[in-house]
């Protein structure tokens, strides 16, 4: 009886456990970006972060005392046309609790605390002669102020996706395109204090 009661705990404390891609984890965003005209010339996108609800973030943000922003920038435009290659540039997101972003003043997305800064790894675009485009991609965190809130086999290969249009009825001045999108993770994200199947063993002896 004693075997099985241990056995049965052990099974419960693993059906606790985070699981490895059981849900969806991603960081929500929509802006406005700033796109090259030519091969060599450099992308800019600002945004904000929506609370994803009721998906999770892949690490807690508190939206209701912070604004998070997500900006791209230093992405160089290689190759133009119907479908666009880009190299370089990081992905950025702060986290700000005093000026609300404004799209005619650039700075008020970049003036909070930087938690996740990232490289692409690739990007590219397809950009259709009619209709919406889209943008798909690949980066790694490589440092900011909650980096170390993931695990190191955690911050790395993120797809990063997005919707674009430039007949958007949101299109702002100064602004060439619209992008709906998101970046998330390869599987879901696991504490790096959860427990191991030896710790949970060690409980019972």
């Known amino acids: 009886m004693k075997t099985m009661m241990k056995g049965l705990l052990i099974v419960l404390a693993v059906a606790a456990l985070p699981l490895g891609a059981s849900a969806q984890q991603l960081f929500d965003f929509n802006g406005q970006a700033m796109m090259p005209s030519t091969a060599g010339g450099v992308l800019t996108m600002y945004s904000v972060m929506y609370d994803p609800a009721p ?28 479908s666009r290659v880009f190299s370089g540039g990081t992905v950025t997101i702060y986290q700000d609790a005093g000026t609300a972003a404004d799209y ?4 008020t997305f970049t003036d909070g605390t930087a938690i996740l800064v990232g490289n692409f790894t690739s990007l590219s675009q ?3 002669p009619f209709g919406p485009g889209s943008v798909s991609g690949y980066l790694d965190w490589v440092g900011g102020a909650r980096l170390n809130d993931m695990a190191p086999e955690d911050q790395l290969h993120w ?32 504490d790096t204090e959860a427990a191991s199947m030896g710790s949970i063993k060690a409980l019972f002896r």
């Open 55 to 82: 998906i999770d973030s892949p690490i807690p943000l508190d939206f209701a005392s912070y604004e998070f922003t997500l900006v791209v920038d230093g992405v160089t435009l290689v190759s133009d046309g119907i």
């Open 104 to 107: 005619t003043n650039p700075a």
């Open 126 to 128: 397809f950009v259709p």
């Open 159 to 190: 797809a990063f996706l997005s919707g674009t249009s430039t007949t958007s009825g949101t299109l702002l001045p100064g602004y060439d395109e619209v992008w709906d999108g998101k970046t998330e993770p390869p599987s879901t994200i696991v």
